[in-house]
């Protein structure tokens, strides 16, 4: 798992977060605890901040990167899909951004809002808590019911389990 300092800036991870094997973090990076970062990731903080609060999923592939002196901040217990890129945008507390999603500068996602698969949401576009957005761009498309919810957290509790059991399971064997 490559971790590098770029020009004096450092990645903090907490101790009880998961880094593949595979992910590069680079930079002003923090990682919160009980997080997963998956195989993959590219967490580009050279120029920028990027701040991962407790208990994210970061799954495979996903790019997130900051502009300078910019930052990209993930609230707790978000998910972001697989293979989705990020860019100098905050995304809040239990928010899904679904696979292949593009969330890009100054964007905002609201608190259990969830951005659906290859959804775009552009520069500066403001998706609101709750809400179920689809679409390049992204409009909303009705409420997150408690239905999601529950399936959501589910999905959430097996990442976070995933950052404290992989460093365990997890085993490289040869070809």
């Known amino acids: 798992m ?15 977060a998961w880094i593949a094997p595979g992910a590069e973090v680079i930079g002003d990076v923090r ?5 997963y970062i998956g195989f993959g990731v590219i967490l580009r903080g050279d120029y920028g901040t990027i ?7 970061v799954e495979e592939g996903v790019i997130v990167h900051a502009r300078p ?9 978000v998910t972001i899909g697989h ?10 507390d239990y928010a899904v951004i679904g696979m292949c999603a593009v969330i890009s500068d100054y964007a905002k996602v609201g608190r259990w809002a969830i951005i659906g698969e290859m ?5 500066k576009q403001q998706v609101p808590s709750e809400v179920i957005a689809i679409g390049r761009p992204v409009q909303i498309q009705g409420p997150v019911e408690p239905r999601h919810k529950t399936m959501w957290t589910f999905g959430k509790k097996v990442y976070r389990e995933l950052a404290r059991t ?8 040869a070809p």
Do not use: W
């Open 2 to 16: 490559p971790i590098y300092e770029y020009d004096g800036r450092l990645p903090r991870v907490d101790p009880t």
């Open 31 to 35: 990682i919160g605890p009980e997080c």
């Open 51 to 57: 701040d991962i609060g407790p208990g994210c999923a």
């Open 69 to 77: 002196q910019g930052v990209a901040v993930f609230g707790k217990e």
């Open 83 to 92: 293979g989705a890129m990020i860019h100098n945008a905050q995304i809040e």
């Open 119 to 123: 959804g775009l949401v552009k520069s």
């Open 166 to 173: 992989n460093a365990q399971k997890l085993k490289r064997v």
